[in-house]
């Protein structure tokens, strides 16, 4: 499926979706967002889809949105509308069904920083480059960024990075703890789609649930997680995909 700024390449069960605008790279706009907010909650819906690979084509994953957009041509009753799409896009990528994984090549600025932290990985190249840019044009962390700087970096570091603006780069940004690795722009696209070939040979339900129980983790006490761990386990040990996966294992 391609649209104009988005394009969306079908492996197995493997979705590549592309932000297509490399001439502004991958601002994020009508032309880029749109069509971007519309695959992604058609394919979270999808039975066939176990994994979603999110990446920019061109040298860039995303620069946030279009500064041509912002000031003052900028409605607010456009605003507010806009905003409230991407929250709940940005929230099915992090709590929904399917395993998310961010290519990350070039600058991730302002929102394209939040977009590249929504994911459950992160895999960069050593010419990333990170920023959490709203402050310097005046403006608060959107797009999750305050969320996931946090969840990633703790609350002092993700501070610093916040309020300072500054450019972070991709060795930098895997010893901090905010990306999952590195790897080379020849070798990027290739290695993001053996690792996500690889995820999606699991049963989507048990992909599904781990990334659900991981996600609660952070926010509930040990015995919570053991009870919750508890409920879901049975359900998975009485599942016909564990039962053929033990069958596989010992014939």
């Given amino acids: 499926m391609t649209e104009r700024g988005f394009d969306v390449q079908r492996f197995g069960a493997v979705a590549r979706c592309s932000l297509n605008c490399p001439e502004k790279m991958n601002a994020l706009s009508e032309e880029t967002g749109e069509p971007m907010v519309k695959a992604v909650h058609e394919l979270m819906a999808d039975e066939t889809v176990a ?33 409230k799409r991407m929250n709940a896009f940005l929230f099915d990528l992090h709590q929904g069904p399917k395993i998310v994984i961010t290519e990350v090549d070039g600058y991730a600025v302002g929102g394209g920083l939040g977009l590249a932290l929504a994911s459950d990985i992160t895999i960069a190249t050593d010419q990333a480059k990170f920023c959490c840019g709203f402050i310097r044009i005046s403006a608060v962390p959107d797009m ?3 969320y996931f700087l946090t969840e990633r970096l703790g609350m002092a570091k993700a501070k610093e990075v916040a309020l300072t603006g500054d450019i972070i780069d991709a060795p930098a940004a895997l010893a901090m703890g905010l990306i999952n690795r590195v790897v080379s722009r020849e070798t990027i696209s290739e290695e993001v789609m053996k690792l996500a070939t690889r995820i999606a040979k699991a ?3 048990a992909l599904a649930l781990t990334k659900r129980n991981l996600n609660r983790s952070r926010h509930i ?12 386990q049975p359900l998975m040990l009485l599942s016909d995909d564990h039962k053929a996966a033990i069958k596989k294992l010992f014939g």
């Fill in 221 to 232: 006490d040990l015995q919570t997680a053991l009870d919750l761990e508890s409920h879901m």
């Fill in 203 to 205: 049963s989507p339900e």
């Fill in 144 to 146: 999750g960024a305050t």
């Fill in 51 to 83: 994994v979603i690979i999110l990446r920019g084509e061109g040298d860039n994953f995303c620069t946030g949105s279009d500064l041509a957009l912002l000031g003052d041509n900028m409605d607010p009753a456009d605003l507010c509308d806009m905003m």
